[in-house]
């Protein structure tokens, strides 16, 4: 099966500039989650979607960040204005459910790395 | 809030050796937890998960992994590590949510 999709897969922009990416989830996952992994730490959750709903972005600075996923299967995910501390790989992943009862794990792309100079 | 935590950030073993990483969570209730791993230049892929019963669980790659109730763990076990297994290790829990990783790199 055809994995997780992840664009583009660099990008280096100048602070204060605006950027997307971009993610088309698994074929029938209901779940996407969005990632910001900094050098050297984990994977942190920035948002995840249940279908086309917000199911948590608590981590997710609104200030600049959004994200959206419109008829629940892409996603894109917007920096606007990106700042130096942004640098980092932006991750999507998607799972068929979510909760304690899924019983299922999220699979993952191979990210958008991003550099803020 | 469910949480795991990791707290070896670099372990250094040389092949053969025997390898546990500690993955510690603090919710009750249903407990599901996930082992992934990242090797150098690759997404993130599913080592093993637990969801119930047996709290013994056998992962791909000769991987397993113990969930002990009483300890809050599910640690991460290999009795003989490879030069291929040099990667990043992380633990997470339902909520998809990761612990900081453990990168391990197994010298030849």
């Known amino acids: 099966e055809a994995g997780v999709a992840q664009s583009p897969r660099y990008k280096i922009i100048e602070k204060r500039q605006s950027v997307a990416f971009w993610c088309n989830p698994i074929s029938g996952h209901a779940t996407l989650y969005w990632y910001q992994q900094i050098l050297g730490q984990g994977p942190k959750l920035l948002i995840q979607?249940?279908?086309?709903?917000?199911?948590?972005d608590s981590q997710l600075p609104k200030d600049r960040f959004s994200a959206e996923r419109l008829k629940g299967v892409d996603s894109t995910l917007k920096i606007q204005p990106a700042k130096l501390e942004d640098s980092a790989v932006y991750l999507c992943a998607s799972s068929l459910f979510a909760g304690a009862a899924s019983n299922t794990e999220a699979f993952f792309g191979q990210g958008t790395r991003l550099t803020v100079v | 809030a469910q949480s795991v935590s990791q707290h070896n950030h670099h372990v250094i073993l040389s092949e053969a050796a025997s390898l546990e990483l500690g993955c510690n969570y603090s919710y009750g209730g249903t407990v599901n937890l996930f082992w992934y791993v990242q090797y150098p230049g690759q997404h993130l892929q599913l080592l093993l998960k637990y969801f119930s019963g047996d709290p013994l669980v056998k992962g791909i790659k000769g991987f397993e992994a113990e969930f002990i109730k009483s300890k809050f763990s599910f640690n991460l076990r290999k009795p003989s590590v490879q030069w291929s297994d040099t990667a990043e290790y992380f633990c997470a829990g339902e909520d998809m949510r990761f612990g900081a990783g453990t990168r391990l790199t197994v010298k030849p």
């Open positions: 979607f249940q279908n086309n709903g917000v199911v948590d």
